[in-house]
C-alpha cells in the first residue's frame, strides 16, 4: 500500500508536493492504491512514481511529469492528460476509458492490455 507520509504531503497540494520532491529527488515513490477521484494534479511530479492500482478517475494531470511512472491495473478513466510527459511509463492493463490525451508524449511507454476505449489521441506522441 502507498507510503502515508507520501499521501499526507500529496494531499496538501501540487505545489506543496513539488517542493518536497525537489527536497527529495532520491526518495522513492509509493503511491500504491491511492483513491483520488477527481483531483486537481496540473503539474505534478510523478516521475518514476509507484501508482500500481492506483484510483484516479477524472483527475487532471494536464502537464504532468509522469516520466517512467508506473500505472499497471489504474483506473485512470476519464482523466486529462492533456500535454503531460508520459513517456516510458507503464500503462499495462490500465483503463484510460475516456480519457484525454491530446499532445501528451508516450514515446517508450507500454500500453499492452490498456483499455483506450474513446481515448482522445490527438497530437499524442505514441
Known amino acids: 500500500m502507498a507510503n502515508p507520509e507520501q499521501v499526507a504531503v500529496l494531499k ?14 532520491n526518495e522513492r515513490i509509493d ?3 491511492i483513491d483520488f477521484f477527481s483531483e486537481d494534479l496540473k503539474g505534478v511530479d510523478f516521475r518514476k512514481a509507484d501508482l500500481r492500482r492506483a484510483e484516479l478517475r477524472k483527475s487532471d494531470l494536464t502537464k504532468a511529469d509522469l516520466r517512467g511512472a508506473d500505472f499497471w491495473h ?5 482523466c486529462k ?12 492493463n490500465a483503463n484510460l476509458w475516456h480519457s484525454d490525451l491530446r499532445e501528451a508524449d508516450m514515446t ?7 483499455n483506450l ?7 499524442a506522441r505514441t
Request: net charge positive.
Open 117 to 123: 476505449t474513446g481515448a482522445n489521441l490527438v497530437g
Open 12 to 25: 496538501k497540494g501540487v505545489k506543496c508536493w513539488n517542493e518536497w520532491r525537489k527536497k527529495n529527488p
Open 81 to 92: 492528460f492533456i500535454g503531460a510527459n508520459m513517456s516510458n511509463a507503464n500503462f499495462k
Open 108 to 114: 517508450g511507454s507500454d500500453t499492452r492490455d490498456a
Open 31 to 33: 503511491l500504491r492504491g
Open 74 to 78: 489504474a483506473d485512470l478513466r476519464e
